[in-house]
């Protein structure tokens, strides 16, 4: 048998399971109303019957949970105060899917050290999911294990399948089941059908193995997830520009599907240049100001500070509140371009009530 199982496995370790992890940090009551309905905000302004537009906004990944609690106090203040305007979400990334090799997040090492002590990075994603869930400000993911949702999926508003995964058949399967709206990326060369299909697929039933959450292998039977809409992020060339944007329209409506749209002013958008995310935000500013009603919504990749730094040495010797995967723009940026977003779709309106409320930017 040695010879033919496990040739590639150095190691087993049994994991606690979902219902264990949510035993130790369970939802309040309050809690739960509040992400159910955030996640209802989201359907309402991809079905049209609220007016304002998705924001996720915040770091590529989560490394450190104390600068994304400051962080995530900043965006509190522009959530409340923005938002007549703009339903302002946290992207709170955990997993990270790399194009060749590099760190995976938050969850597969949490201690950035290849010790991949996998139970501690659940801990304190949940732990930083349900502190959020109390604070009130809804939490963004990307969905990338099929299996962690077991133990986070019920503190998320909204997730994303991303540009290396919207192809894959597991991804649009768990899609399929989740209860909060979904975007989907174009692929990384700037694919529209892998967005497109993965939409369609996702909002189908599927069946499929997954676990359950006593962590038993299980077959799992999805009726579709209806809350999907894609997502913008650039490929070997921007897509944000409005022709662009309109020829997505077009294959969406030529798909059945409805005409949602997110723009992501960062990856291929950028060209990973985070200076150049305010850029891409000022022009699906002008589309929307010109009368598009396609973009449901936008996401900036965001920090306290900005730029990004390599993981070398320990945690402790990394620069606060900085990117350790993509390059963000910092925190006076995120709000003036927010406030200023913002401002423009009310007239004024945004600016001076963000001022009287003391936001200073
Ligand atoms: O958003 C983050 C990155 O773009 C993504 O994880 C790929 O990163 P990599 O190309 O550095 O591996
Ligand atoms: C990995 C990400 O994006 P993409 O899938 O577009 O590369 C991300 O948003 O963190």
Request: aromatic letters at 6%; one cysteine or more.
């Amino acid at each position: 048998m040695n010879r033919v199982n496990d040739l590639n496995i150095a190691s087993e370790k049994v994991l606690l399971t979902p219902a264990a992890l949510k035993g130790k940090l369970p939802i309040s009551e309050a809690a739960l109303q509040f992400v159910a309905g955030s996640r209802q905000t989201i359907a309402n302004i991809l079905a049209g019957e609220d007016h304002r537009k998705l924001a996720i906004v915040g770091p590529c990944s989560i490394h450190d949970i104390k600068s994304a609690k400051e962080y995530a106090l900043k965006l509190k203040r522009l959530h409340q105060y923005l938002s007549d305007e703009l339903f302002i979400v946290m992207r709170v990334y955990f997993e990270k899917p790399r194009t060749t090799v590099g760190w995976k997040g938050l969850i597969n090492d949490p201690h950035l050290n290849n010790s991949f002590e996998v139970e501690q990075g659940l801990a304190q994603a949940r732990e930083l999911m349900r502190w959020l869930a109390e604070l009130e400000l809804p939490v963004g993911t990307e969905v990338l294990d099929p299996i962690s949702p077991q133990y986070l999926s019920d503190l998320v508003s909204w997730a994303a399948i991303g540009a290396r995964t919207s192809e894959s058949q597991t991804h649009r399967e768990m899609a399929s089941g989740l209860s909060m709206p979904m975007g989907f990326k174009n692929g990384t060369d700037g694919s529209a059908s892998a967005a497109i299909n993965a939409m369609k697929a996702a909002a189908s039933g599927h069946s499929f193995m997954g676990i359950n959450q006593q962590g038993q292998v299980t077959l799992l039977e999805t009726t579709g997830n209806r809350h999907g809409h894609v997502i913008l992020r650039g490929g070997v060339k921007p897509n944000y520009q409005a022709e662009q944007v309109a020829e997505y329209e077009e294959k969406l409506r030529s798909a059945g599907l409805p005409t949602n749209i997110m723009v992501d002013c960062s990856h291929g958008n950028s060209n990973k240049d985070h200076r150049r995310q305010p850029i891409v935000l000022q022009d699906v500013l002008g589309q929307i100001v010109a009368g598009n009603d396609s973009i449901i919504g936008f996401m900036l990749e965001s920090h306290l500070n900005e730029g990004n730094q390599p993981i070398s040495g320990a945690k402790e010797s990394l620069k606060y509140g900085v990117s350790i995967t993509d390059a963000c723009i910092d925190w006076q940026t995120t709000e003036s371009s927010l406030i200023d977003f913002a401002d423009k779709l009310s007239e004024g309106n945004a600016h001076s009530k963000a001022l009287r409320q003391g936001i200073t930017f």
